[in-house]
């Protein structure tokens, strides 16, 4: 599944593979088989040898600037930001964007903050600079 996200910031996988890709016009997460479309346009393709340098150069607020797509990624990070006790804002298009039916009751269910000190260890997890937000 995490092959389906390459297609949502085509240039960290351009860049890394040599392709031409353009991000997918539709939903990533409608994607049936990424793994197979990545094989297609670059017949190369390991998951293990590329798959590390393609996710570090993921532009996440890229990919979830679109607030129609990619349900599942801002759930998790809706649910981050609020464990934290962010106020969702127009950064991952928290506020506006859809969110994942199979999950969203998660998100619902939180109850505030779940504790400051797993700031850290969330960003770490997140691998995303500057999220969560500093409340500077």
Same mark, same amino acid.
């Given at each position: 599944?995490?092959?389906?996200?390459?297609?949502?910031?085509?240039?960290?996988?351009?860049?890394?593979?040599? /392709?031409?890709?353009?991000?997918? #016009? @539709?939903?990533?997460?409608?994607?049936?088989?990424?793994?197979?479309?990545?094989?297609?346009?670059?017949?190369?393709? #390991?998951?293990?040898?590329?798959?590390?340098?393609?996710?570090?150069?993921?532009?996440?607020?890229?990919?979830? =600037?679109?607030?129609?797509?990619?349900?599942?990624?801002?759930?998790?990070? @809706?649910?981050?930001?609020?464990?934290?006790?962010?106020?969702?804002?127009?950064?991952?298009?928290?506020?506006?964007?859809?969110? =994942?039916?199979? /999950?969203?009751?998660?998100?619902?269910?939180?109850? @505030? =903050?779940?504790?400051?000190?797993?700031?850290?260890?969330?960003?770490?997890?997140?691998?995303?600079? @500057?999220?969560?937000?500093?409340?500077?």
């Amino acid at each position: 599944m995490i092959e389906a996200y390459y297609f949502a910031d085509a240039q960290a996988v351009n860049a890394i593979l040599g /392709t031409d890709l353009a991000d997918f #016009d @539709g939903d990533v997460e409608l994607i049936r088989h990424p793994k197979n479309e990545l094989k297609k346009a670059f017949v190369g393709f #390991d998951e293990v040898e590329h798959g590390g340098e393609i996710l570090a150069k993921l532009d996440v607020p890229h990919m979830l =600037s679109r607030p129609e797509t990619c349900a599942a990624l801002r759930t998790l990070f @809706g649910w981050c930001s609020k464990a934290i006790g962010e106020v969702p804002s127009d950064r991952f298009r928290l506020r506006d964007g859809v969110y =994942s039916d199979l /999950t969203k009751q998660q998100l619902d269910d939180l109850q @505030g =903050s779940v504790c400051l000190p797993a700031k850290a260890q969330i960003e770490t997890v997140c691998r995303v600079p @500057g999220f969560p937000p500093s409340r500077e």
